[in-house]
């Protein structure tokens, strides 16, 4: 063969034949769509990473090398120039994948020939295989490993009467150290070479008697189809290294740049760059998503369905074949489609961070919520996800109808099995095999006690966290018979219970009497601005900022008296005195029937009674010549009532100085104070025309006879809750043990959920309690941290202690005697730090003895384990581990 001759440079991508024409081949070709790249390993590494049980293991074409063209001796062509090394390939149908014949792999010189998704896949289980091992070790050199992968271009010559491949490789074609390196490859003098053709597509030359494409193409440009091979662990520390390991365990190769369709030179210059702190430059699986605009939650996802065990195989393995376009249910197999693209990427060896653009059109277009740029949640991503994917991949291609009996009586074990059996017949694919479980729910009526059991799939576990399943509340107790100031208490109740819940708590809180009763109103800038008295009010609509006084009520049927507080001001504004009225305080509030002015004006004088200063500290602070402070009750101004903010219109500084010293006045106004009404006088009826009619009063203080009461306590008004922005509180924990819990305490069904009972033929607020009843091989836990309703939106920060190694939930499975393991492993956390509405999402992800990765968008680094339990954990993956 002349190494002048032209040549062709055709990969064996671009040969296709006709369907027609492919009686007679052994392996079909891979399709156009899938990665060409062709890939020479040894052929052990490949052999070790089959299952010898799976009827999937590719057969493969054997071929015997002889040294030279036509069997001759091996022939190596020099010159000054150029030098060649050529040898011949010829089929031989003796040789088997499986051994029986020749103990193949044995041989040093036994080679496979892969396309690039069989040499990912098999990369990727030498890689777990390694990280799983008990004797591992830590593989970090980068360097070592990926100088195992180089091009290789080979010269192809298709002897059609002898069914033979000719070889040539020449030193032209190649760089000094890849010829040098295949020099050693082919060498035939101390044992022979054989080589195994996994990718099928060999047969494309060697039926060219009926590929009328490859004829043409030889008679218009040449006898020589040039070819590029990637070649790896083939050097000799690689077959050093697997020689002392019996495992033949590969390590994982590692790029910064390139592709997993061919490894550039720069790339593999790259490659001598080694992980250390940072995975930036990425291992196999270790590649970051770019950010297009607040879809951190969607990277947060992939990045951990990325590395689900079992998942990740199946899309780098040949997952197309099961797509279901046909599923009414499904999308058209497009999210499956694109899910599966975008794995391959990640786990392309050298791949830098990728833009998920196309796989966020999909997921745009079939979830119109997910479009745009907005920041979204993570769990409702996956929610969508997985489910989408099951129902592209669905096996059921015609869901059969199943008619939902009841239990009966029956067995748990029978009824349980039943539903699984009915769901299962409807649906079929790499989700439930890997990620459904089922919980039994039981329904109880709460009047004749019918019983109703149910079994149900489910996805992912859904955790309230109990910790803040309840809220501590503080109010303000006002008693209205004038025997003690206000006092403030605290209690804890339920987070999301109701009006009764509080009023019940406080008054147990204060001792309250049989005859009493507690009446909860709002204040706002010293007014009420609205009663609570719906008993089933919800207590999540009281945020934290709020100011809730209880008045104690006589439990009696007569009119309400609400009393509001006024004084007056002269501030020094520019220059100028400027007087001013506004109000101060609690309101204060009695329920009796009250006739005239005088007993208005005897009532507010029992009821400020607490607040009265001792007459030597009045003397102290006031003018010794002002009436006692029994005798001097506090004078009104002739003031207008002013807006929302309590303070009124400015009046005359004649009208300040002619009611200094007088009793004091009330006035009839509304609960806003934006009406002036009647100065009330001793005499006047002031009796409200209903018992349910509320009146308000308002009472203005001068200013000397401030001094005579201490009216700090009626202005010192605690919140609900008080915000932790300025003074740090203890952060909660919690263990993912209670969280499970509370999942499975028995709860009654809220009332827009009620159940019907056949029985009693109503509708009810049945008892419904939880169990774990069949658990999947992937457990994935969402911690309830948000928070929502038509006011509100809330997260919760409350730090879940969850095991890292050892998640046993034997303890909490109502099936006795079924699986064999209950224990898990944590792989996974999607993680959201900041607040609702806002924040940033990244992933922690296991990969491998005790390293741990941060997958922050388009960053990615080690993080150690004693770092990844935060109160930023959001979703749990955990795989199951089987019991020693």
């Known amino acids: 063969m002349d190494s002048n001759d032209s040549a062709s440079d055709i990969s064996f991508s671009s040969l296709h034949l006709d369907p027609r024409q492919q009686e007679d081949k052994e392996e079909e070709p891979v399709s156009s769509d899938e990665d060409q790249s062709l890939y020479l390993v040894p052929f052990r590494w490949w052999k070790e990473a089959q299952d010898p049980s799976s009827s999937d293991v590719k057969r493969g074409i054997p071929f015997a090398a002889s040294p030279a063209p036509y069997g001759g001796p091996m022939k190596i062509f020099n010159n000054i120039f150029n030098s060649d090394i050529g040898f011949s390939l010829r089929k031989d149908d003796d040789l088997s994948c499986n051994g029986e014949n020749g103990e193949a792999g044995v041989s040093g010189k036994d080679y496979a020939l892969v396309p690039g998704d069989i040499w990912l896949q098999t990369l990727k289980w030498h890689s777990d295989s390694k990280n799983s091992s008990k004797e591992r070790k830590r593989f970090l050199a980068v360097e070592e490993d990926m100088s195992d992968v180089y091009p290789l271009q080979l010269r192809l010559s298709v002897l059609c009467e002898t069914n033979v491949l000719s070889v040539k490789i020449s030193k032209k074609d190649n760089s000094v150290e890849c010829y040098r390196r295949a020099c050693k490859i082919f060498n035939m003098e101390s044992e022979p070479l054989r080589l195994w053709d996994l990718s099928g597509q060999t047969m494309l030359l060697l039926l060219n008697d009926k590929n009328k494409i490859l004829k043409e193409s030889q008679k218009q440009i040449g006898q020589d189809l040039l070819l590029e091979l990637q070649v790896y662990g083939l050097s000799e520390s690689f077959r050093n290294k697997t020689r002392k390991d019996d495992t033949a365990q590969c390590s994982n190769g590692t790029l910064n740049g390139g592709s997993v369709n061919y490894f550039s ?14 995975a930036e430059a990425g291992t196999l699986g270790l590649t970051g998503l770019q950010n297009l605009g607040n879809t951190c939650f969607m990277n947060s996802a992939l990045q951990c369905l990325a590395h689900t065990p079992k998942l990740v195989d199946y899309f780098l393995g040949d997952y197309e074949r099961e797509i279901n376009p046909d599923n009414p249910l499904g999308m058209k197999g497009e999210i499956a489609s694109s899910f599966g693209d975008l794995m391959k990427k990640l786990w392309a060896p050298g791949a830098t961070p990728l ?41 059921v291609k015609c869901k059969p109808y199943v008619e939902v009996k009841d239990s009966d009586s029956r067995p748990d074990e029978q009824v349980a099995d039943e539903y699984w059996t009915n769901h299962l017949a409807r649906n079929d694919s790499v989700i439930v095999d890997v990620c459904q479980g089922q919980y039994r729910s039981t329904l109880v009526c709460p009047l004749c006690q019918k019983m109703s059991v149910t079994f149900d799939p489910f996805m992912y576990l859904s955790l309230p966290l109990p910790s803040t399943s ?15 100031k206000p ?9 999301n219970g109701k009006l009764v819940d509080l009023t019940q708590a406080l008054k147990t809180a204060c001792s309250l009497e049989g005859d009493e009763t507690l009446l909860v109103a709002e204040i706002y800038n010293n007014r009420i601005i609205h009663f609570l008295k719906d008993p089933n009010g919800s207590l999540s609509l009281i945020r934290d900022n709020d100011q809730l006084v209880a008045y104690r009520l006589p439990d009696t049927e007569a009119p309400l008296f609400v009393f509001m507080h006024q004084q007056a001001e002269d501030k020094l504004i520019n220059g100028k005195s400027i007087f ?33 200063v001792p007459e030597k500290d009045s003397l102290k602070n006031g003018d010794s010549s002002d009436k006692g402070a029994d005798e001097a009750i506090l ?78 306590p009626l202005s010192l008004l605690p919140e609900v809750s008080k915000s932790a922005f300025f003074s740090k509180r203890p952060q909660e924990s919690v263990s993912l043990y209670k969280c499970l819990e509370a999942f499975l305490k028995e709860e009654p069904l809220g009332p827009d959920d009620m159940w019907y009972c056949p029985v009693c033929k109503k509708h009810c607020q049945a008892g419904k309690k939880l169990d774990l009843w069949r658990l999947p091989e992937i457990l994935v836990i969402h911690l309830k941290r948000f928070s929502y309703n038509c006011f509100l939106k809330n997260k919760l920060e409350t730090f879940v202690d969850f095991p890292v190694h050892d998640l046993d939930l034997s303890g909490y499975i109502a099936q006795k005697g079924g699986q064999s393991s209950h224990r898990y492993m944590l792989y996974a956390i999607s993680n959201h730090y900041g607040s609702m509405g806002g924040g940033h999402y990244t992933a922690f992800v296991h990969h491998g003895g005790d390293r741990w990765y941060d997958f922050d968008d388009s960053h990615v680094s080690l993080i150690s384990e004693d770092k990844i339990k935060t109160s930023a954990a959001y979703v749990l993956f955990y795989r199951r581990v089987e019991d020693a």
């Open 265 to 278: 030179n720069s790339a593999r210059s790259n490659s001598a760059k080694l992980l250390g702190g940072s």
């Open 470 to 484: 309840m809220r501590t509340m503080t109010m303000t107790v006002v008693k209205t018979d004038g025997t003690d």
């Open 635 to 712: 004078e009104v101004h002739d003031a207008s009532y002013a807006s929302l903010n309590g303070s009124s219109e400015t009046p005359e500084k004649e009208e300040f100085e002619a009611h200094s010293d007088t009793e004091c006045q009330f006035y009839l106004t509304n609960e806003k104070v934006t009406e002036k009404g009647c100065e009330i006088g001793m005499e006047e009826l002031v009796k409200p025309k209903a018992v349910s009619e509320i009146q308000y009063v308002l009472v203005s203080w001068s200013q000397k006879m401030v001094t005579h009461y201490n009216v700090q």
């Open 487 to 495: 006092l403030a208490f605290t209690v804890t109740v339920p987070k």
């Open 580 to 612: 001013n009225s506004r109000l101060f305080g609690v309101p204060l509030i009695v329920r009796q029937n009250i006739t005239n002015g005088y007993e208005v004006r005897e009532i507010y004088t029992k009821l400020l009674a607490p607040f009265l």
């Open 355 to 395: 833009a998920p653009r196309t796989f966020k059109l999909k997921l745009a277009h079939f979830a119109p919520q997910f479009s745009g740029f907005n920041q979204h949640d993570s769990q409702e991503l996956l929610a969508f996800l997985l489910d989408g994917l099951h129902e592209d991949l669905n096996r």
